[in-house]
Every structure is written in C-alpha cells, then in structure tokens.
C-alpha cells in the first residue's frame, strides 16, 4: 500500500541501485476501463496539470497523456493545460522547498520503513518549481480573476 488506497503489489515494486523503493510501476498500466477512472469528459472547467518526467513514485506523465485523451475524446481538451518538467521527479512545490530525491516512508499497511525514491536532480527540480509557481499563479489569475471569462464558483 502506498497511500492508503493504492494496492501494493510486490511484483511491481523496483528497487534502484541503491535499494531504494520506486512504486510508479505498481499502477502502470493506467487502467482501460472507465468504471476504474474518474470521467474527465465532463469537467467543465480549466485544469493544470504539472508534472515531472522523472516522477519515480507516481505515473504522471502517462496519467496526463491518460486525461488528455479522454478529455480529447469529451470535447473539451481546451479546457487543459498541461505543464511536463524534464529531469523532476514527484511533488513539484512551491519554490525554494528543498528538493528530496529519496526520503524514508513508513509504509500505512505494514509499518514498515523504508527508502522511496520520488526521483528527478535538484537543478532541474528546483527550476520546475519557480517556472510551475509562476505559471500556476498565472493560470489562477487568468480563470479566476480575468474580465474576460467567466469566473470560476466555489
């Protein structure tokens, strides 16, 4: 288990060189059948999505192709915008948070400790941090605060 509800199955979990776990294979494929996903076709607002190309803990890249398609196929891919970072691996921060490659986890099911690689290389990684910050603030402004659109409900 990796975050409560993501089912652990040993035989996709990796190991790097240095032992250390790396849990994106554990959901790969992305899952075909509709009933397992959420029906991104009927969202009727803009989304941003960012990710990092070297994200070892989750498959964003291929769960971002995954939506794109699906809102594609809703017709309401203008309604995304997606933002994919070379060499940054998972949870792209604000700016200037420290970087972690691999950090220690306690796995919620077993209690177990261990070493679990987020990937991505801390230059590349802080660089998507100040470029998405900047871009996800701008993205903000322009849904929610622009004259030009309607405004966004909450």
Not at 25 to 44: A, C, F, G, T, W
Not at 61 to 75: C, L
Not at 82 to 100: N, R, V
Request: hydrophobic share 35%; with cysteine.
């Amino acid at each position: 288990m990796i975050d409560g509800s993501m089912p652990n199955d040993p035989k996709k979990t990796r190991f790097d060189e240095n032992n250390y776990r790396i849990w994106r294979d554990v959901v790969l494929p992305v899952p075909s059948d509709p009933s397992e996903k959420i029906d991104v076709r009927k969202i009727k607002c803009p989304i941003l999505l960012v990710n990092g190309d070297d994200d070892q803990n989750t498959p964003a890249v291929e769960a971002a192709e995954d939506i794109a398609h699906m809102m594609r196929s809703g017709g309401n891919m203008h309604l995304l915008s997606t933002l994919t970072y070379p060499d940054t691996g998972h949870l792209i921060e604000p700016p200037y948070s420290p970087h972690f490659r691999a950090t220690n986890f306690i796995v919620p099911t077993t209690k177990e400790k261990v070493i679990v690689l987020w990937g991505g290389q801390t230059k590349p990684h802080s660089d998507a941090q100040e470029d998405s910050w900047r871009k996800i603030l701008a993205f903000l402004q322009h849904h929610l605060y622009s004259s030009t659109i309607p405004k966004a409900r909450m």
